[in-house]
């Protein structure tokens, strides 16, 4: 009998021990559990964080040419992006005129297109592209700039715009759009570090 009440209470020790160790277990299961929740809560709130900081400091700008325009370039360097512009580039180099284009300026440049240079005659157009014509393409060039930062709310209907050449361009609004002496503005308002560029689809003549 003794021996069975001795037996009897052994198991119940161990029942016991067992109960506990398993509510260890599961209390050290559960606290592990929400460590782990709280630190994959933690990764990801700095992962948003991280892209929302990386959001905040893409810089901003207007896509010409399939490259955007970004105001931490000059005029010149977010042209030499644009791979609509590789013409105007080029002539802006044949004119010597890319070192005054990246100064402080500011200016308003009226921006031709390839295609708007495809308008020109090609014998023309290499013409002026050689050393010889330097002085006349550095007239057409500087007839399509304008000093200071003039954007496209600021031009009116019938205003005047004296360029760097001397002589003036004429403004005119068709159809809720801005006019260069015939050319049409295309893309507005691409702010550069030293001035504004008009996209147009012609070659202004002085």
Do not use: R, W
């Not at 991280?50 to 105001?71: F, R």
């Not at 031709?112 to 060039?141: G, H, R, S, Y």
């Amino acid at each position: 009998m003794k021996k069975n009440i001795l037996s009897y209470a052994m198991i119940a020790s161990v029942s016991v021990l067992m109960l506990v160790s398993c509510g260890d277990s599961k209390t050290e299961t559960t606290t592990t559990d929400a460590m782990a929740s709280d630190t994959m809560s933690k990764m990801s709130d700095d992962s948003k964080m991280s892209d929302n900081t990386a959001m905040a400091t893409e810089e901003q700008g207007v896509m010409v040419g399939g490259a955007k325009m970004v105001t931490s370039k000059n005029i010149v360097e977010n042209a030499a992006g644009s791979a609509d512009h590789t013409t105007l580039v080029s002539a802006v180099k044949a004119a010597d005129l890319a070192t005054t284009l990246s100064g402080t300026g500011p200016f308003t440049v009226f921006a031709p297109t390839n295609e708007a240079f495809n308008k020109v005659p090609k014998a023309t157009l290499d013409q002026l592209m050689t050393p010889e014509k330097k002085a006349d393409l550095t007239k057409i060039l500087t007839y399509h700039v304008v000093p200071g930062a003039l954007m496209a709310a600021d031009l009116k209907d019938g205003q005047k715009l004296t360029t760097v050449q001397g002589k003036t361009l004429l403004v005119k609004m068709k159809d809720g759009k801005v006019m260069i002496n015939g050319a049409t503005v295309t893309i507005p308002d691409v702010v550069s570090s030293n001035g504004v560029t008009h996209v147009i689809d012609g070659v202004v003549m002085p």
